[in-house]
Antibody, heavy 121, light 113 residues
Framework: QVQVVQSGAEVKKPGASVKVSCRAS????????MHWVRQAPGQGLEWMAW????????RFSQTFHGRVTVSADTSASTAYMELSSLRPEDTAIYYC??????????????WGQGTMVTVSS | DIVMTQSPDSLAVSLGERTTINCKSS????????????LAWYQQKPGQPPKLLIH???TRESGVPDRFSGSGSGTDFSLTISSLQAEDVAVYYC?????????FGGGTKVQIK
């Protein structure tokens, strides 16, 4: 079945970077964009970025001021999100989510299980 | 950025009752080119990722019970649960995918009265 599986929880110190992976299966990885969304404890959903897994095009939320990098390895059907210069307020669950449509914008039909990132000194 | 505003923040509903959650966007999310509203609804239960319920404002995702329905156009949208079941206790989010940055509403928590 179609699914995306994320890497495990991370604990980082302020100023460090974290890289989260999202491995897709059950569909043609390069045909769909992959998005990254985060959720701070007890809070709502915040969109971060997306990558067109086919051609590598990316788009980012300005909220992260260049701290976020997204990439994709089509040979491994895996997307990556790296967040740098971590701050305690970056403590959150980070989700990857697959776009529902091959062409153009769409909703997120498949979500990863989430990766908890804790930033603490 | 398009701001998505949901109301109410939370509500308590008796089992079997009908309930409606509202979502308002600061700009229209209706495309002139295809006459589609770029609006989705998600359900999130504790400890789980969000689950897509409705997209294109009113299209139910495969496998979603038909007690869930979406309506609205332009800037005003609603998610209705026709007969609340115990398993519907969750937080519900609307999202626009009309323009970047994609944005979510603040969420509506639905509980059993």
């Amino acid at each position: 079945q179609v699914q995306v599986v994320q890497s495990g929880a991370e604990v980082k110190k302020p100023g460090a970077s974290v890289k989260v992976s999202c491995r897709a299966s059950g569909y043609t990885f390069s045909s769909y964009a992959m998005h990254w969304v985060r959720q701070a404890p007890g809070q709502g959903l915040e969109w971060m970025a997306w990558i067109n897994a086919g051609n590598g095009d990316t788009r980012f939320s300005q909220t992260f001021h260049g701290r976020v990098t997204v990439s994709a390895d089509t040979s491994a059907s895996t997307a990556y999100m790296e967040l740098s210069s971590l701050r305690p307020e970056d403590t959150a669950i980070y989700y990857c989510a697959k776009w529902a449509t091959v062409t153009g914008p769409g909703a997120f039909d498949i979500w990863g299980q989430g990766t908890m990132v804790t930033v603490s000194s | 950025d398009i701001v998505m505003t949901q109301s109410p923040d939370s509500l308590a509903v008796s089992l079997g009752e009908r309930t409606t959650i509202n979502c308002k966007s600061s700009q229209s999310v209706l495309s002139d080119s295809n006459n589609k509203n770029y609006l989705a609804w998600y359900q999130q239960k504790p400890g789980q990722p969000p689950k897509l319920l409705i997209h294109w404002a009113s299209t139910r995702e495969s496998g979603v019970p038909d007690r869930f329905s979406g309506s609205g156009s332009g800037t005003d949208f609603s998610l209705t649960i026709s007969s609340l079941q115990a398993e519907d206790v969750a937080v519900y989010y609307c999202q626009q995918y009309y323009s970047s940055p994609l944005t979510f509403g603040g969420g509506t928590k639905v509980q059993i009265k």
